[in-house]
């Protein structure tokens, strides 16, 4: 379509060099795939960069395209070559052999203030899901600064004590083992543990 957005000159590359380039319309999805294959958040993904979380979400969206300064950072925060930013992700299949098997207790840790995560099947890459186990170790909706928003759909399912799950646009309810939640996850939403011992859920975000 003619009234696609352009890539600024500095990173036009031209056709003949390589059939497997991405073309602008492309390449926020190529710094998504990036992103979530390696299990970052846009907040993880922003601190690692150096960009500012809304200027990341609005390049995976197409709405802007980055400058070369943004794409330096993209490659040294993702810990990427630029060649790989731009290369077109092989389209062949394999016939769905893909495993990944966590024993308990050896999922990739990864602690904030409020949760405690063991990321789930990080040996795999370009997943179309982020399962990880969290341990809620947060009791007052006030240890939040602000709303927990990122991009995705989520399940949240309790696997032991009870929480309390808030989220933007509904009044709280209490969850207690065995039960779940579905939403979107740009609505803004937070947990905490309301049982003696700190709960712990299964979350699943595609």
């Known amino acids: 379509m003619s009234d696609q957005p352009q890539s600024p000159p500095e990173l036009q590359v031209s056709a003949a060099s390589h059939e497997a380039i991405v073309e602008p319309l492309q390449l926020g999805k190529r710094v998504r795939e990036i992103r979530l294959s390696q299990n970052l958040t846009l907040e993880e993904a922003s601190k690692r960069t150096g960009l500012a979380r809304s200027t990341l979400s609005k390049i995976e969206n197409e709405q802007i395209s980055p ?15 630029i060649p790989q930013l731009f290369s077109q992700p092989s389209k062949t299949r394999s016939s769905g052999g893909r495993r990944d098997i966590t024993r308990c207790g050896e999922g990739k840790p990864r602690a904030t203030p409020t949760y405690e995560h063991e990321m789930l099947a990080s040996q795999l890459t370009n997943k179309k899901m982020i399962p990880y186990k969290t341990t809620v170790r947060a009791r007052s909706f006030d240890e939040y600064a602000d709303w927990v928003r990122h991009d995705g759909e989520e399940l949240l399912y309790v696997l032991s004590g009870s929480i309390r799950f808030y989220t933007e646009f509904y009044e709280p309810i209490d969850l207690a083992e065995g039960d779940s939640a579905y939403y979107d996850c740009e609505m803004g939403h937070t947990l905490i ?7 712990v859920i299964l979350w699943v975000t595609a």
């Open 67 to 81: 400058t070369f300064t943004a794409v330096n950072k993209l490659v040294k925060g993702l810990g990427i070559d």
């Open 193 to 199: 543990s309301t049982s003696e011992a700190d709960a």
